[in-house]
């Protein structure tokens, strides 16, 4: 009989990744499933990052690469950060994985040891703590709730760090609450990491360029630049070019670090794909106007999504900062609800009986809520908060 390791027990498959198979299992029974589940653009790729792909393609760029990028993708990712962020890196401070979520998995592999704490801001995206938990590490969850704006407020952040605490994972705009950390939050944050020289702050800046503030995005870095030396900077192509399936992501981080990284990484994936490589560079380098297009049908969705769900009784909801997620509470609506104890259970029901997928908020270390995606069309929408507002009144 095979006996699996201590290592793979310690861990949970994504929770978004099931609801998602098992919607596209009761869709392909010819359920009319609406899926909020999903955190995917539904936009194609622009055509002219495809183009440059095609192109690679037929210049024979599709060989092996250097583990850590091509010298033409890393450069864009460095001039990215230039010009977009304000922040200078060589070339040997930036890599390439398979996906954002590399970079972060990465990132545990190469800083902790068994018994290392993480502290990660509850709600958090899924994958954290499992990626901790493999590299021997324990997350530590910092809570917060609808009233607290879903952030890490310093008071707490504080409170939670141990002579044990080696990491600390920032995620602006939040994957699942939409909040987006300001400058003012930021300045705190940074007052409470500054005292604390030992902890390495890792920021996942995923969702930068899909916000609607008044602010625009500020990166930990920008408030308090003495912190370069113990931070990285997770971003990728996947949400912001609707490039999910093209896996690309990219980090900064001090030299001696992503050499440790590009070390794991050879020893895993080694490079990620030749082709996606190109097309990344023409993402970063290329016209920016399909940005601001898909931010805008985002930003009409999440307007829709927010005064459909605040009109149903029961459902405590928060306008949502960026990303393609919202983030309401339900609380009230299990309360109510018979045979409905949690939020799992609630959204068993969402699925099974509205035919509405939604991803349980236990799994972000939220109870009580759900994330919903708002990354399908506004008809969808429209039918998809109607069968909420049914199934829960």
């Known amino acids: 009989m095979i006996k699996l390791s201590d290592r793979v027990q310690r861990v949970q498959p994504s929770a978004t990744i099931a609801i998602s198979t098992r919607a596209n299992e009761l ?54 950060f230039t010009r977009d962020n304000q922040l200078t890196y060589a070339l040997d401070e930036v890599m390439a994985c398979v996906g954002a979520k590399q970079c972060i998995y990465n990132a545990c592999q190469a800083l902790l040891n068994d018994g290392d704490e993480v502290l990660i801001p509850a709600p958090y995206w899924v994958s954290y703590p499992d990626m901790v938990k493999l590299a021997g590490g324990v997350p530590v969850a910092i809570a917060s709730t609808v009233d607290d704006h879903f952030k890490l407020t310093p008071a707490r952040l504080e409170k939670a760090i141990t002579p044990k605490t080696k990491m600390l994972i920032i995620n602006s705009p939040s994957n699942p609450t939409g909040m987006m ?124 999504m927010y005064e459909g769900l605040a009109s149903i009784p029961g459902i405590k909801v928060l306008p949502s900062e960026g990303t ?15 045979g409905i104890n ?14 509405v997928a939604a991803v349980p908020g236990s799994a972000f270390g939220a109870p009580g809520c759900l994330r919903m995606s708002f990354a399908t069309s506004e008809a969808q929408l429209k039918k998809a908060l109607a069968r909420i507002k049914a199934a829960v009144s």
């Open 27 to 80: 869709r392909a029974e010819g359920k009319d499933i609406i899926n909020l589940g999903v955190g995917e653009p539904d936009f194609d790729t622009p055509a002219h990052i495809c183009a440059a792909a095609k192109e690679a393609i037929d210049n024979g760029q599709t060989r092996y690469t250097p583990v850590d990028g091509t010298k033409a993708l890393k450069q864009a990712i460095i001039d990215k």
């Open 181 to 304: 950390y300001s400058p003012e939050d930021l300045t705190a944050l940074a007052k409470v990491l500054v005292k604390h020289p030992n902890i390495v702050i890792l920021t996942d800046d995923m969702y930068e360029h899909i916000h609607w503030q008044d602010h625009d995005f500020v990166n930990l870095l920008n408030i308090e630049p003495t912190l370069r030396d113990r931070t990285i900077v997770v971003n990728g192509v996947s949400k912001a070019y609707a490039m999910t399936g093209w896996r690309m992501g990219y980090m900064a981080a001090p030299a001696p670090l992503i050499k440790a990284m590009k070390k794991i990484q050879s020893q895993s994936t080694s490079n990620t794909c030749s082709i996606t490589q190109a097309a990344t560079v023409a993402a970063l380098d290329g016209d920016q106007a399909c940005v601001a297009e898909m931010r805008n049908a985002f930003i009409k969705r999440h307007d829709l």
């Open 324 to 338: 393609f997620y919202i983030f309401p509470d339900f609380s009230e609506v299990i309360a109510r609800l018979d």
């Open 342 to 355: 949690d939020d799992v259970a609630l959204a068993k029901l969402l699925l099974e009986k509205a035919e």
